[in-house]
């Protein structure tokens, strides 16, 4: 069995060179386990409060301001690519071993904006270290309820949804994948398990395979474009 994010190096096979698997035809989806996305945050001395803000002032100044990112094909740095190449903007990426490590470059100024996970940006922004834009999602997080989202920023095309899905080998048996679907489901609605998510911005959610296979295959072919459109170089 083998748990991914719908961001990763195992569901997006565009960033191999030469892919030794194919996700549709070599892995059964169980379900999905959770959801999270990824934070906007930027430096508290960058001059913006909105994100139409942060845009104006990057147009402004083509090729001056750069963004921190968890590293190449990690979902901070998808996201941040999907904002640079679907707004037409002139920004870097820098890329961090780590969520840890690019937020912590934001926070001393060293990179005034970044794309993160939840987990390691919201305490800097609770704290006032960071100024949080906007959450890369239809919804806002609990974590972060003051923070908005893409489409009330302005930017409804900024989405960047990160799905814990649970896979198994194709062949599995079919009334092991309804067990294993039925266990997940039992496990998900825990409330210790709710709270630990909560602790890395993560929200519990329930699918049948079914749904599960269908919003993996279509957060492949999106993410594969935006590899594209970025010039990113398989490995």
Known sequence: ?????????????????EATYDLKKDFTAIALAALTSQV???????????????????????????????????????????????????????????????????????????????????????AGRLRGLAVAAKARLPALPDVPTMPEAGFPEIECNVWETVLVPTGTPSDIVRQLNREIATIVELPDFAMRLAEFGFTPFQSTPDEAAGRLAPETEKWAKVIQAAGIKPE
């Open 40 to 126: 906007l945050c930027v430096h508290p001395s960058l001059p913006v409060q909105t994100v139409k803000e942060l845009v104006a002032l990057i147009k402004a100044n083509g090729g001056k301001y750069s963004y921190a990112s968890p590293g190449f094909g990690m979902a901070g740095s998808m996201t941040g690519e999907l904002f640079r190449t679907s707004l037409g903007l002139d920004l870097v990426q820098v890329p961090f071993n780590g969520a840890g490590p690019a937020i912590e470059s934001t926070v001393a100024g060293h990179t005034l904006i970044a794309f993160s996970s939840p987990a390691a940006a919201a305490p800097q922004i609770t």
């Open 1 to 17: 069995m083998l748990v991914v994010n719908s961001i990763s190096y195992v569901t997006n096979p565009a960033l191999f060179k």
